[in-house]
């Protein structure tokens, strides 16, 4: 355990169908006396718990933190994570594993250890950690209160095979750059490092359309055009009655995460976005109080 004047950094494991599965989490020493909200973040493919709070700088420890929210970085199986993608062929899911019981598991520890509330669990995905974000809503949806996806797209039918789906509104926050060399904007093959196919997917600004109808939002999308120096366009889903979804589009954004920490390799990745703060926009669209 790790302790700052403000977080505390604890390693934890939880144990699922016989296998320990683990976890960083980061405490706010503020937090109330209260339940705090839950926020989960899921890695991309061949990353860690620790790579991933490397990867953003940290920035992602703070969301919430003025809520007091306990934020956990869960690692996969052999650095993947059992996404519902039929052409996923990593060991997670050729292996069997049940990513969404880990999910859940992680939800009890934190409330049981750390006083999180279970209804108020946000979870964060980056790329294969974002598609098993979109498990996670079409399969348990009752346990989250909110969702981010990023650099990832629903996949075509025909590629995506949830366990017993359930249909249930929930806000959705979508991140994704039009020069994502792996996971396309505009939609088509997903590849890791330009091999190894993924599977179709659709294009970012069909993903939000998808989740918009899957809130029950028939009102058209407001798009604010980025304003210089910013290079991100909004395209927001709102009506009344309605959970909202809301797309930033990082112009000539890579597969990163937009904010202070360039991703390497470049030639690999794409360009990083440092102007803009995704923790932050995931702060606020989940409804924390500012940072």
Not at 83 to 102: E, L, Q
Not at 121 to 127: L, P, T
Not at 140 to 165: H, K, M
Not at 230 to 244: A, F, I, K, M, N
Request: proline share 8%; charged share 20%; hydrophobic share 35%.
């Amino acid at each position: 355990m790790s302790t700052t004047s403000e977080i505390t950094v604890t390693p934890e494991s939880v144990t699922v169908d016989g296998r320990t599965r683990t976890l960083t989490v980061v405490h706010h020493q503020h937090a109330g006396a209260g339940p705090v909200p839950i926020v989960l973040v899921f890695h991309g493919s061949m990353q860690t718990a620790a790579a991933i709070r490397s990867f953003t700088a940290g920035t992602f420890d703070r969301i919430g933190a003025q809520s007091g929210a306990v934020v956990a970085y869960l690692d996969g199986h052999k650095k993947h994570w059992n996404d519902a993608r039929i052409t996923n062929t990593s060991a997670a899911r050729t292996d069997g594993v049940d990513d969404v019981a880990f999910a859940k598991a992680a939800i009890d520890l934190l409330q049981r250890r750390y006083g999180g509330d279970r209804a108020q669990v946000h979870a964060v995905g980056f790329s294969n950690g974002g598609q098993l974000v979109v498990r996670l809503i079409h399969e348990v949806p009752e346990a989250l209160a909110g969702a981010a996806i990023l650099s990832a797209t629903q996949s075509v039918p025909e590629n995506f095979a949830p366990d017993s789906p359930r249909q249930q509104p929930l806000p959705v926050l979508l991140v994704h750059g039009t020069q994502d060399p792996i996971v396309p904007y505009d939609g088509g093959m997903a590849k890791m490092y330009r091999f190894r196919p993924r599977g179709l997917g659709l294009s970012a600004p069909d993903t939000a359309a998808y989740y918009a109808r899957r809130n029950g939002i028939t009102a058209a999308p407001v798009v604010t055009p980025a304003s210089p120096p910013s290079q991100v366009d909004r395209t927001e889903y709102r009506q009344p009655g309605h959970q909202p979804v809301t797309l930033y589009t990082v112009r000539e954004g890579g597969h990163t995460i937009p904010g202070p920490k360039t991703a390497r390799p470049r030639f690999l990745l794409g360009r990083t976005d440092t102007t803009f703060d995704t923790a932050g926009a995931i702060n606020d669209f989940f409804g924390f109080p500012a940072r």
